[in-house]
């Protein structure tokens, strides 16, 4: 299949609005492996010292591995993370200061750092970090943008980045939740609310002897004599999606079909969220 740059740019776009910076991780490390880069590890977590990922690179004029620390950042970077008191700058700092230890225990110290920002880095942020260190260090030093990181993926590894289903899922599942929010067409009423509202609002319509009576059992007597109201699900629309069972549904103008509808919709995909999405069997809605 033949990728765009701008499909991997939209991936990216939508990794820093809704994932973490470890998302990136997996991809990364693919990517240097495929850019020839060997020992490539990922490193995150507490005790590494600000480096996510490190990976060597043989020097055949010098006959030595040479190592890169690579800290990975899922966000726009400006000044304040290239201070000296800035976020990135200390995980540079620490990068070259601390060594890692490799499988079998030897130490290395890393002789760069790469930094890969997925978003922007803005120019004054690049100017404060040539300052803060010293010249033999900033020459070690590289920045990856957000359109860095893309082209590099887009020539490396688009099939990887591009091949998982999970983001293409989760935009669907946001823009049907999104329309079922939507009430264009209907009444005055429901303008301007938001699924929130709705969830705050949203009250069954119990009109059956069947549902008078679970109303009377949703209260017990206790060993004190007092009685209280057990607390209970008043949600039909979760009742329904998890029954699998066909339903009619019915009442005067305004009693809340439509709603009811939507509540249906925008519960099932969220219950279905991360699974396969299929219908329970005879699970079918009238209105």
């Not at 290239?82 to 990068?95: H, V």
């Not at 990856?144 to 669907?172: C, E, G, H, R």
């Not at 249906?264 to 699974?275: A, D, E, M, P």
Request: glycine share 4%; net charge positive.
């Amino acid at each position: 299949m033949d990728y765009k740059l701008s499909e991997v740019k939209e991936k990216l776009r939508y990794i820093q609005t809704k994932e973490r910076e470890p998302f990136l991780f997996p991809y990364l490390q693919h990517l240097f492996i495929k850019m020839g880069y060997k020992d490539v590890l990922i490193t995150h977590g507490a005790n590494e010292y600000g480096r996510d990922l490190v990976y060597s690179e043989y020097d055949d004029k010098l006959n030595i591995l040479k190592y890169t620390s690579v800290v990975v950042k899922n966000k726009d970077a400006d000044v304040k993370d290239f201070e000296t008191s800035g976020e990135i700058q200390r995980q540079i700092d620490l990068c070259f200061k601390y060594p890692f230890l490799t499988d079998n225990g030897k130490k290395i110290y890393s002789n760069s750092v790469l930094v890969v920002v997925n978003g922007s880095i803005t120019y004054n942020a690049k100017q404060v970090l040539s300052e803060n260190f010293h010249p033999s260090q900033s020459v070690n030093i590289q920045n990856w943008n957000y359109q860095m990181l893309a082209q590099q993926i887009f020539d490396k590894i688009p099939n990887i980045f591009l091949s998982s289903l999970s983001v293409t899922v989760n935009k669907y599942l946001e823009s049907q939740q999104q329309s079922l929010v939507k009430f264009n067409g209907s009444t005055d009423l429901y303008n301007g609310l938001s699924i929130k509202d709705i969830n705050d609002i949203y009250i069954n319509v119990r009109t059956t002897l069947k549902k008078l009576d679970a109303e009377k059992k949703a209260y017990t007597d206790y060993e004190d004599n007092t009685r209280k109201r057990q607390e209970e699900n008043i949600d039909d629309s979760i009742a329904i999606i998890e029954s699998g069972k066909s339903y009619l549904i019915h009442g005067i103008p305004t009693s809340g079909k439509s709603l009811l509808l939507k509540r249906i919709g925008y519960n099932s995909l969220r219950h279905f969220k991360g699974k396969p999405v299929s219908s329970p069997k005879n699970s079918t809605f009238y209105k």
